[in-house]
């Protein structure tokens, strides 16, 4: 028997880990352990996330909570070494590129425990970004880079990683995405949200460079405003947002806007499934956009994640309303050529594929 200790702790890593444990419950001679950091820890952040994808209850939560990110990665770090001690695991899995995904990463490794990385390989360039450092060290640490797209292995190939560490397998996200394309409809939102099937646009901003800076968050508000008289905004706000909304005094920019908590993973998906047009900075998004052939105008400098741009719907518009209302008339007027492109093997296989990497690497 081969014991692998899976990690999760903030919103984004549960539809990652969901279809993959499920995939390995196939493959004999596997026992699957899930630890759950809690780097996420209110409802709608992490505990509604955990029952709705069918993830099994968390073998051990390390409850970390938030801090600062010497704090939250020493706290994971910390509780992880007494998982990794008690459960002596074949292998460690870690997904994404948040502090826990590091921290666990850091552990392992020190333990000479393999991890296998899901989603290896993206690169933003920029080291401004947390996450950019936690993807830095992940993949240079980690024994198995499962990338997503196949920019990710050009990257890790420059950066001298082995190739036969580097297997491409796809995106594992849309894999959770297809399974529940199916419930995801809009009667499920209402009655607290009522909107009509592609006549609305979604928003969501949640990232440090964005919403902790008055003026680049003032910026891409005028931007939204204005979007906001063409079409109704729906806006699920982060609990970091909704506190800068707060001490910024944003409010008067949200005429037109719809302001909710943060969503369920169905709830979400039901909105963007559905929407003429995203807006936002999250990672997961540009991808889930794309795979929803539905336009996406990424509020950041740079991506991580080309092949949305190259192979799928998204925009990188930056932060100034010029170009947010630029990139805004050009994805008015994309084809239905444009929206149906999809990068390769962003099928719902990735968990299948992986299952058998971890087959062949645990067992040869
Ligand atoms: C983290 C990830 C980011 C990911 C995002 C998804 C890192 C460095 N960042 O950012 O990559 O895109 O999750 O949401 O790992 N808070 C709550 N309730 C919670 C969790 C957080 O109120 O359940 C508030 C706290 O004020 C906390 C703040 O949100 O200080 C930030 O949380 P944190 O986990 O540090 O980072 P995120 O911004 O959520």
């Known amino acids: 028997m081969k014991t692998i200790v899976h990690v999760v702790g903030a919103r984004p890593n549960y539809m990652k880990i969901a279809p993959l444990m ?77 502090n826990s995904t590091m921290a666990a990463t850091l552990v392992a490794a020190k333990l000479l425990i393999p991890v296998a990385h899901v989603e290896a390989g993206l690169r933003s360039g920029d080291r401004a970004m947390p996450e950019e450092i936690n993807r830095l060290v992940t993949d240079r640490l980690a024994d198995l880079l499962l990338t997503p797209s196949s920019d990710g292995d050009e990257h890790l190939k420059a950066e001298g990683v082995p190739p036969e560490k580097i297997v491409l397998v796809g995106n594992i996200m849309i894999d959770t995405l297809m399974r529940h394309l199916p419930i995801a409809t809009l009667d499920r939102l209402r009655p607290r949200l009522d909107v009509k099937e592609r006549s609305y646009a979604v928003l969501t901003l949640h990232r440090p460079s964005n919403v902790d800076h008055a003026e680049t968050f003032k910026g891409i508000l005028e931007a939204v405003h204005e979007i906001a008289r063409d079409m109704p905004i729906v806006f699920p706000v982060h609990p970091r947002t909704r506190e800068r909304v707060r001490e910024f005094g944003l409010e008067r920019y949200f005429e037109g806007v719809t302001l909710t908590e943060p969503l369920g993973y169905v709830d979400f998906l039901s909105l963007s499934s559905h929407a003429r047009l995203v807006l936002s900075d999250s990672g997961g998004l540009q991808e889930e956009s794309t795979a929803l052939g539905i336009p996406c105008l990424t509020l950041r400098e740079n991506t991580e994640r080309p092949a949305t741009v190259t192979h799928g719907t998204n925009r990188v518009v930056g932060t100034k309303p010029a170009n947010i209302m630029a990139g805004y008339r050009a994805a008015m007027a994309m084809t239905q050529a444009d929206l149906d492109r999809r990068p390769p093997l962003w099928d719902g296989h990735t968990a299948e594929r992986i299952a058998v990497v971890l087959q062949k690497y645990l067992f040869g």
Do not use: W
């Open 22 to 98: 499920d995939a390995l419950t196939k493959v004999p001679g596997i026992r699957q352990i899930l630890v759950n950091t809690g780097q996420h820890y209110d409802e709608a952040m992490s505990k509604g996330f955990l029952r709705e994808l069918s993830l099994p209850r968390p073998d051990r939560d390390l409850e970390v909570g938030s801090g600062s990110h010497a704090v939250q990665t020493a706290k994971v770090m910390m509780g992880f070494e007494e998982v990794c001690l008690a459960e002596k695991p074949d292998l460690v899995v870690v997904v994404g590129d948040v």
